[in-house]
């Protein structure tokens, strides 16, 4: 049987480049991988979106901030970009934050058209580029105000491929939609000769991969499973996040899914 893009590389010790679009979804969805492979080569974990914008903010921002137990933005992303630092420095991974806004926090390009700060503190859904969960960050619709931001990243990527000289580059596979994975996702997609995606956990608990998409780019399912108990332990590291992700305390045991080309 031929061997995928990861089991070939798993026979050498290159480098690898995981892009991450939250301070914790590297960990959460690679970390089995990650940290098993950690001691024998070079891994960069490049996390896209690790700031806040400053208040006042949108209804679902202080829902977000208000399952984490943190009632200010800049405090809690501070402390979770701590949290990410220690967590993937333990395991033996460089970790690096490349500073774009949370999309929770993206603002419109030029809030002033609204009406400056009275509509900013009366209604700060309209100087959001996002302003809800449901039914904007979470239906993959990525906004046209995004672009300079994915120009900006777009750059920092291929930086980040030319420096790391990485033979592989983890991005997610974008299951549940959620707009800075997709923007994550086709971010990585620009760089195929390398690509391998990870199925986004625990979004994939309840929601299923693209099967369509992954068939029209000829990518299949590959799996890892080795390390599995300690990583849910990793997972409880990211303090400020864990109990709202997994609120009855278990966090599932199962293995990593990965998309690989199938021909």
Do not use: N
Not at 197 to 214: I, N, R, T
Request: glycine share 6%.
């Amino acid at each position: 049987m031929k061997q995928s893009r990861v089991e070939r590389s798993l026979a050498g010790d290159s480098p690898w480049l995981f892009l991450s679009p939250h301070l914790d979804d590297a960990v959460l969805s690679c970390g089995a991988l990650i940290e098993a492979q950690a001691q024998d080569r070079q891994i960069i974990v490049a996390t896209l979106f690790t700031e806040a914008s400053p208040a006042p903010h949108t209804r679902a921002a202080r829902s977000f901030m208000s399952q984490c137990t943190v009632r200010d933005a800049g405090e809690l992303f501070r402390a979770r970009q701590s949290e990410d630092r220690a967590v993937l420095e333990a395991m033996g991974v460089q970790p690096l934050h490349l500073g774009e806004v949370d999309a929770l926090f993206r603002r419109r390009m030029k809030p002033a058209k609204l009406g400056s700060s009275a509509w900013d503190r009366l209604l700060p859904e309209l100087t959001h580029r996002y302003s809800t969960y449901r039914f904007d960050i979470a239906l993959g619709r990525v906004a046209r105000g995004d672009q300079k931001v994915i120009r900006r990243l777009r750059d920092d990527i291929a930086g980040l491929m030319a420096r790391t000289k990485a033979e592989l580059l983890f991005c997610p596979a974008g299951v549940g939609k959620h707009v800075d994975h997709l923007i994550t996702r086709d971010l990585g997609k620009e760089h195929e000769e390398s690509l391998v995606m990870y199925s986004d956990f625990p979004y994939d608990l309840v929601s299923q991969a693209d099967e369509k998409h992954l068939e029209r780019i000829g990518y299949v399912p590959w799996t890892w499973d080795v390390g599995l108990t300690a990583k849910a332990e990793r997972i409880r590291q990211y303090a400020t996040q864990a109990d709202a992700l997994f609120p009855s305390g278990e966090i599932p045991v199962r293995p990593e899914t990965y998309y690989v080309p199938g021909r």
